[in-house]
């Protein structure tokens, strides 16, 4: 598989609202392969079509904590209850991080690269992982949402990037 070149902010693509897919094949799957490959050798837990350069209604995601690898197409949130506040950084916004509130639950709906639908309920934060990458379809950043917005330096990690 390839690592791909995630796109920064200021790039038209991450503005954009993301085109529905409408047929699953291999070249799309592989594409999905080469997101994951992406998401995880830039330490990231989620990542959007988008932010690859591909406007298109494909997430990635995995909240290193239980749920591996989630792959979706066609993405929707169809129940979202409750509120958190907590931290959020974006692969296409390097070095930033700032306090996004978002809902604590979200049931979400989607098609898996096998072409089988799906629903999931997701809280804590995965819920917050599946808002955030499906902000990036609508052509949305974190920063937008964002307060306490802050650069962190190099030497001063914060441990999950979404």
Same mark, same amino acid.
């Given at each position: 598989m390839a690592v791909l070149d995630i796109v920064k902010a200021g790039h038209p693509v991450l503005k954009q609202i993301a085109? #529905?897919?409408e047929h699953v094949n291999k070249k799309l799957r592989a594409l999905i392969d080469n997101m994951s490959d992406t998401m995880y050798e830039t330490q990231g837990v989620g990542l959007a079509a988008p932010q690859?350069?591909?406007?298109?209604?494909?997430?990635?995601?995995?909240? !290193?904590v239980g749920s591996g690898l989630i792959a979706l197409i066609n993405p929707e949130i169809t129940h979202a209850e409750g509120s958190q506040i907590g931290p959020?950084?974006?692969?296409?916004? #390097?070095?930033?991080?700032?306090?996004?509130?978002r809902f604590e639950k979200v049931t979400v709906k989607g098609i898996t690269?096998?072409?089988?639908?799906?629903i999931i309920k997701a809280e804590g934060f995965l819920a917050r992982i599946? !808002?955030?990458?499906?902000?990036?379809?609508?052509?949305?950043?974190?920063?937008?949402?964002?307060?306490?917005?802050?650069?962190?330096?190099?030497? !001063?990690e914060e441990k999950e990037i979404v």
């Open positions: 085109e #529905p897919v690859i350069g591909e406007s298109l209604r494909i997430i990635v995601v995995d909240d !290193q959020e950084g974006c692969l296409s916004v #390097p070095g930033y991080f700032g306090d996004v509130e690269p096998h072409n089988k639908k799906v599946f !808002q955030h990458e499906i902000d990036h379809l609508e052509g949305h950043l974190f920063i937008e949402k964002a307060t306490n917005l802050r650069l962190i330096s190099d030497h !001063q």
